[in-house]
């Protein structure tokens, strides 16, 4: 998709396994027990929210959280241009890589506008253009790597609308000299990229909705994208990078993706060089794009069943060869803001969305637009078009270079409610709650480390949550942070629990809380005296 989404200026800056199927059955069922009781409404409800946490069950490993990555640079026709400076950039790569805490990330490479030479076989290195991937390594991976992002793809995207198009007509004259000018094109980034860093990639975005949306493979099909993945993988493997996978195909919908990895799996040779399989969550207004229509269905307790089915098609597929699921992008689109950029809105639909994917698609990943996007590239983009800068909340952060600030978006501080607590390679386990309008995601990291839990309250109530461990107990005390309609990522107190698997809260209207305790197994509790289990200790976190 085309990019974005941010009139009102942000009041905060940032500087500061096994896998288990979730049924469509357990989603519809949970839509609507208890229907009459847990409409919204104000004031307290009377009725503790029962949440039950299950570490015996587990479904998947989560690789993190991240976004198509920029690092406010503009290659023109006089070369690089900086559109940041040093202050600005270091304070968005904190913002973006420390604050919100992404750790994946695809890094947007351009190199090849003409062929290097007439022979696929043989890399011309001087016939490329580097200086994009050597700016985005000296400007944004290597200063953002102290911060924990280094599980990136390279962006070596088969683009035929811009600067492969010198590809099309190869493409009709010799289809299988194409594909070796296709292959060439990415190993030649992936060894110049190894020869800068000192190490091989793991990933490499190779689509980015080729067949759908943005339509970039222009007149392809599914056979000739079988044909580029075996093709580019032969090549990385005789060029010595046996390990590095590809990320595909991304299409504009979860329906398309699906389409096309249906051909990617069934051939076993294209299927041997997938590392995850992506998709995007479009079109545009649709149930998880519109910031909207997220809040209308999935924040009232009542997700789309189409969109939770599908999903769930998506996942029994990949789950079919062991393969991870990503959701590698999303946005309202340019302009198309519902709700003002700093509105709290924006930041509850978008935990609403992470947590739908992560749940009912059982995503491994899941990523905002872009990590970062400025106002003078803003402007050269939508040049005459009257797109407002700040209706662009669908990226992580905004860079104001008018102002000099630098403001987190809705999206980037929902992914942070994840990204800050979710250790990479943490699994998914089972969390229920009794109260359609009050979500929970749960995330274990080891086996006697840490659990991580994201609430999201929908509901115009204070929710007093009663969350009980099971196959696991409590080791010190329950950490956290929320936000709500007028904080963000405010600090809590730390809550002692009742006992060893036992611990409650209380929760404001309308708000998002993340926790983290230390946890271990069962038959290594220690008792905890002084606390009584028939005495709660509550702790109001958001009033």
């Not at 847990?38 to 409800?45: A, F, Y």
């Not at 506008?113 to 001087?126: E, F, S, T, V």
């Not at 709700?339 to 509850?348: D, I, K, M, T, V």
Request: net charge negative; aromatic share 10%.
């Amino acid at each position: 998709m085309t990019v974005m989404s941010a009139p009102r200026k942000s009041t905060w800056i940032g500087f500061s396994g096994f896998l288990r199927l979730v049924t469509i059955a357990s989603v519809l069922i949970s839509g609507a027990c208890f229907a009459a009781s847990l409409e919204t409404g104000s004031g307290k409800m009377d009725v503790p929210v029962t949440v039950r946490i299950d570490n015996a069950i587990e479904y998947q490993e989560i690789a993190g959280f991240g976004a198509t990555t920029l690092a406010g640079i503009m290659l023109t026709e006089n070369g690089l241009r900086d559109m940041l400076g040093a202050t600005l950039r270091h304070q968005a790569i904190k913002a973006v890589y420390h604050d919100v805490g992404l750790t994946l990330g695809s890094l947007e490479l351009w190199l090849e506008p003409a062929n290097d030479n007439d022979d696929p076989m043989l890399i011309n290195k001087d016939g490329f253009q580097w200086e994009t991937s050597n700016a985005m390594h000296d400007l944004l991976v290597r200063p953002a790597r102290a911060y924990g992002f280094s599980n990136y793809s390279l962006g070596l995207k088969i683009d035929m609308r811009r600067e492969l198009r010198w590809m099309d007509e190869l493409r009709e004259r010799d289809y299988s000299r194409y594909l070796q000018e296709a292959a060439e094109y990415v190993a030649a980034g992936v060894v110049h990229w190894q020869e800068i860093t000192g190490a091989a990639p793991r990933f490499i975005t190779l689509f980015n909705e080729p067949l759908s949306g943005n339509r970039e493979l222009r007149g392809g099909s599914k056979h000739e994208i079988v044909d580029i993945i075996k093709s580019a993988g032969e090549r990385l493997r005789a060029e010595g990078f046996a390990r590095t996978r590809f990320i595909v195909p991304a299409e504009e919908t979860v329906a398309k993706s699906i389409d096309t990895i249906e051909s990617v799996l069934a051939d076993e040779d294209a299927r041997s060089y997938i590392g995850a399989l992506a998709y995007h969550a479009y079109p545009y207004d649709s149930a998880y794009s519109s910031v909207r229509r997220i809040l209308q269905t999935s924040g009232r307790g009542l997700p789309d069943h189409d969109e939770i089915r599908i999903r769930q098609r998506l996942y029994e597929l990949a789950a079919g060869y062991d393969i991870p699921v990503w959701m590698t992008e999303t946005s309202e689109g340019p302009g198309r803001a519902d709700y003002p950029f700093g509105s709290a809105e924006n930041l509850r639909a978008r935990a609403n969305h992470i947590h739908d994917e992560l749940v009912y698609a059982n995503a491994s990943a899941y990523f905002a637009m872009y990590d970062m996007w400025d106002r003078q590239s803003h402007d050269a983009h939508f040049k005459d078009r009257g797109i407002d800068f700040f209706s662009e909340s669908s990226h992580v952060v905004l860079i104001d270079q008018k102002t000099s600030e630098i403001h987190i978006s809705g999206i980037g501080f929902a992914i942070g409610h994840f990204a800050r607590w979710i250790t990479p390679g943490s699994l998914r386990i089972d969390a229920v709650s009794d109260n359609k309008l009050v979500k929970v995601a749960a995330f274990r990291a080891g086996k006697n480390s840490e659990l991580a839990l994201v609430i999201i309250n929908n509901g115009d109530f204070e929710a007093n949550i009663d969350v009980s461990l099971e196959n696991m107990g409590l080791r010190g005390s329950v950490n956290g942070e929320y936000s709500d309609t007028s904080t963000r990522w405010k600090k809590l107190a730390p809550l002692t629990p009742l006992n060893n698997t036992r611990f409650r809260l209380t929760v404001g209207p309308v708000s998002v809380t993340s926790l983290s305790t230390g946890i271990i197994e069962l038959n290594d509790l220690p008792s905890l005296p002084g606390v009584s289990p028939a005495r709660f200790q509550t702790f109001s976190c958001c009033s």
